[in-house]
Structures are given as structure tokens and as C-alpha cells.
């Protein structure tokens, strides 16, 4: 009989870690699999359930090369997220998965990568970051722009700071504030202040949809090509297989032909994205 492929397996949460406090908490959490779990790739998404709360699809932030756990950056949002927030080490989460298509980072060998994100928008892309990192020699040089509204709604700022020993890592927040002394400005403003090269390069982008508007914008200003610019749509994910219909975007469904699209793709596409 085949397996149900509604029925989660458990995973064991083993670390959680407060990014952001206030009304918009955002938690990262480590899982490892109580028995045989499965892998993924870098840009896949899996679906976190809570018994008698429900489920949601999440993004896995944690490179693949990582075999001890699976990682999850998760903002407080709703019943399942506010459920998962609740939980401690040694507490079991549902996991299904994995979903998607992934980033294709073989192509992307020997080329520059620009790393642009907004706020919660940078966990999507962080595993594609962590994967580049660990197997630099076969890249190119190394940029991320990085925002969010304040300081405080920075995720992985000890990683981060870790990041600038390696590669050049430009962060901003909207407002000014004290002790801040990095860009203040929106994200897509510190892009084209930065003005970062196309000559051989892809960039990679994931945020609010209208930071990743206007960052698609500056880098079409840049002189970026269609094909140089990748992003991951987040459409409400309900069954992860294809089959509810809540994610699609025309004859696409973003649980099993997305998330990740190059902007010459999601160009062809129907516009309500």
C-alpha cells in the first residue's frame, strides 16, 4: 500500500533561538527526525503541523549540506505559527515535505551571487547563502544586502556578523535610530546605492512582495537581464502536493513547480503574482 503523503513524520525539536521580540516574534528552530526523515534541496519548503493546531508551510533555511538537523525561521503570525512559537526543545513537530523545486546553483557555478533580502524574507534564501558559503571555491565573489524595519527585526545577527568576516554584507533598516550606523533607507534604495555589478552574476532576492517589486526594478536599472534575477513566490500553501488548488498562478502550482522562479519565468506568467 502506498505511504499517505498527508501523514507527517515527527521531528524533535532540539534548539530555538529568539531573532525578534514585539509584535512581529520571529523564532528559528532546529529539528532532527525521531526516525527516517528525508533531505532537500536548497529553495524547498516543507509542511510543519502541531497536533490540534493545524499546519503550515515553512521554508527550510538550513543548508543541505547540514545532515544533523533541519532549520526553520518562523514569524508569528497566525494559530499554527503562534502554536510552534509555544515550543520548547524536546517538543515533537509534524514534518512533512520536502516541497517545491530548488534553486539551481549548479548553473550558478564561477558566477558573482548578490544575496538581497527584506526582514523574514531573508530566511528563503538563507540556505542557498549557507550552501555558497561552504563550497566557496566554486563561485565567485559573495555580496548580501540585508534590511528590516529596526535593528531588533534583524534575524541571524550573530551569523551575520560572522558573514562579514567572509564576503561583503551591507545592512540597512527604514528608519534612522541611535547607534545605528550602516544605510538607513529601504531596501531597493540601498541596492541601487550599492550598485552592484551584472557582469557575471545572478542575484537572488526574497522579502515582502513590495520590496521584491522595486528591487526587481533597480536591478532591470542595474543593467540585470531577466535571467540574472531569481526570487520564491509565497503563495498560501494548503496541501503541498498539487492537488487543493490554493497556490496556483495560472496553470502553475507554486507548492510543486515553484517556489523558486527566475524573473524571465514569472514574467510569462499570469500577472495576479
Not at 525561521?73 to 514534518?95: E, N, Q, Y
Not at 541596492?191 to 532591470?220: H, Q, W
Request: hydrophobic content about 35%; charged content about 25%; some cysteine.
Amino acid at each position: 500500500m502506498p505511504e499517505n503523503p498527508y501523514l507527517p513524520k515527527l521531528s524533535k525539536i532540539i534548539e530555538v533561538k529568539q531573532e525578534a521580540d514585539g509584535p512581529r516574534a520571529i523564532k528559528t528552530f532546529r529539528t532532527q527526525f525521531v526516525e527516517d526523515g528525508f533531505t532537500h534541496e536548497c529553495g524547498q519548503c516543507a509542511m510543519l503541523s502541531v497536533l490540534g493546531k493545524g499546519e503550515c508551510m515553512i521554508s527550510i533555511s538550513s543548508t543541505p549540506l547540514e545532515k544533523e538537523y533541519l532549520q526553520f525561521s518562523i514569524l508569528k503570525m497566525g494559530r499554527v505559527t503562534s502554536a510552534i512559537h509555544d515550543m520548547k526543545p524536546g517538543d515533537l513537530l509534524g514534518l512533512r515535505g520536502p516541497y517545491g523545486n530548488s534553486f539551481p546553483l549548479q548553473q550558478w557555478k564561477g558566477k558573482n551571487l548578490i544575496f538581497i533580502g527584506g526582514g523574514i524574507g531573508l530566511a528563503p534564501i538563507w540556505s542557498v547563502l549557507q550552501t555558497a558559503r561552504r563550497t566557496r571555491a566554486q563561485y565567485g565573489d559573495i555580496t548580501l544586502l540585508y534590511g528590516a524595519r529596526t535593528s531588533a527585526d534583524i534575524v541571524y545577527k550573530d551569523e551575520l556578523q560572522e558573514l562579514k568576516k567572509e564576503m561583503t554584507v551591507h545592512l540597512s533598516v527604514d528608519q534612522e535610530e541611535p547607534g545605528w550606523e550602516e544605510f538607513v533607507g529601504f531596501v531597493p534604495v540601498n541596492l541601487l546605492d550599492k550598485k552592484p555589478s551584472p557582469g557575471n552574476a545572478i542575484a537572488i532576492t526574497c522579502g515582502p512582495p513590495i520590496m521584491i517589486k522595486f528591487v526587481i526594478a533597480n536591478l532591470e536599472a542595474l543593467g540585470f537581464k531577466d535571467e540574472q534575477i531569481y526570487t520564491t513566490v509565497e503563495n498560501k500553501m494548503k496541501c503541498g502536493i498539487g492537488k487543493c488548488g490554493r497556490c496556483n498562478i495560472g496553470l502553475h502550482y507554486v507548492c510543486k513547480d515553484g517556489p523558486v522562479y527566475s524573473w524571465a519565468e514569472l514574467r510569462r506568467m499570469p500577472q495576479e503574482y
